[in-house]
């Protein structure tokens, strides 16, 4: 069974630099083809995609987010760790983050998200 | 820019009813989506993917169907437990659309 949970700060100040780190079990991300997402859904908003991270270290970001994301994992501790620089409270949001399905560009297990504030 | 529209935003139904929802993209390369369905308090469910593939223990009910720009998922009839978001999930950008909240009318 897949699980992951996202932990992080629930309020983060404008400018400052929110780091959010995803737990997981049921996979390995040094398995060939697996990837972890970050998504996130502004307050009665739409999900936004934000990044993925690959077994082989490959990434991919939102081209709007490029210049402040960044997406690391540590295969040794089961994590992926979110880093977004420059916080604003356009930001503010649930951050989620999920499994991709083996071969496939979507999401099959999510953790249950984090609310971000950003807010002086 | 991909841009998935999902339409309608509102769909005001009964339980046993049929609902149709509807997914079109801008971006003809390579496309395919994915549905999800999402109700408050709990992460998006993957209902289908590559347009017309049940995921994992989703109901018969669900079906999906569409190429190119556009897609639809028809639930058959409705559940009392189908009353929530939709959201789809473009393939090759893995964005998402707006949203079609179907509500108990």
């Known amino acids: 069974q897949i699980t992951l949970k996202e932990s992080g700060p629930t309020l983060v100040k404008p400018t400052q630099t929110l780091t959010l780190t995803c737990t997981f079990s049921g996979f390995s991300l040094d398995s060939p083809r697996m990837g972890v997402g970050w998504i996130r859904q502004p307050p009665g908003k739409a999900p936004e995609w934000l990044g993925i991270?690959?077994?082989?270290?490959?990434?991919f970001y939102k081209p709007s987010l490029k210049n402040r994301l960044t997406l690391t994992k540590d295969t040794s501790k089961n994590q992926v760790v979110l880093t977004l620089t420059n916080v604003d409270p356009v930001d503010t949001a649930t951050y989620f983050c999920a499994h991709q399905l083996d071969g496939y560009p979507y999401f099959d297990s999510w953790g249950q998200g984090t609310l971000v504030i950003v807010s002086s | 820019e991909i841009v998935l529209t999902q339409s309608p935003a509102i769909l005001s139904l009964s339980p046993g009813e049929r609902a149709t929802l509807s997914c079109m993209a801008t971006?003809?390369?390579?496309?395919?989506v994915a549905w999800y369905q999402h109700k408050p308090g709990q992460p998006p469910r993957l209902l289908m993917y590559e347009a017309s593939t049940r995921a994992t223990g989703i109901p018969a009910r669900f079906t999906g169907s569409g190429s190119g720009t556009n897609f639809s998922l028809t639930i058959s009839s409705l559940e009392p437990e189908d009353f929530a978001i939709y959201y789809c999930q473009q393939r090759t950008k893995w964005a998402f659309g707006g949203g079609t909240k179907i509500e108990i009318k």
């Open positions: 991270i690959y077994w082989d270290n490959d990434k």
């Open positions: 971006d003809l390369d390579d496309n395919s």
